[in-house]
């Protein structure tokens, strides 16, 4: 794809594909997708790049960082719960691990429930 952007995630479906960095989100439908032939002998005529829909955006969205940093702060300012807890963070460490194992592996794994 076009990799233009500081990270990219690409999601294949059976009806198509879709591409979304920070800024941008790309889909192609199974049906607009080529179906190219490869000869060495001769440069490709299309233009995968342009082929590829542009979905507008529909709202505006701050950054996601600033925004979780402005809720802390007004929790340790006001006090009370705060959604995010110790179980939460280990929950997210945990996925990461077995995110890097299952590719390590190349196989999915199951997600143990967390007690405390």
Known sequence: MNRDELVEFQVDG??????????????????ATPMPVWDP????????????????????FDNGFKIQWEQFLR????????????????????LAELGLQAAAEGRRLDVPELRL
């Open 41 to 60: 002998d001769m440069p490709t005529p299309l233009d995968f790049r342009s082929q590829w829909q542009e979905i507008p955006d529909n709202a505006v």
């Open 14 to 31: 059976t009806d198509g594909s879709a591409v979304a960095g920070l800024r941008r989100c790309r889909v192609q439908h199974r049906s």
């Open 75 to 94: 929790h340790v300012y006001a006090g009370g719960e705060w959604s995010h807890d110790l179980l939460s963070g280990a929950r997210g460490l945990q």
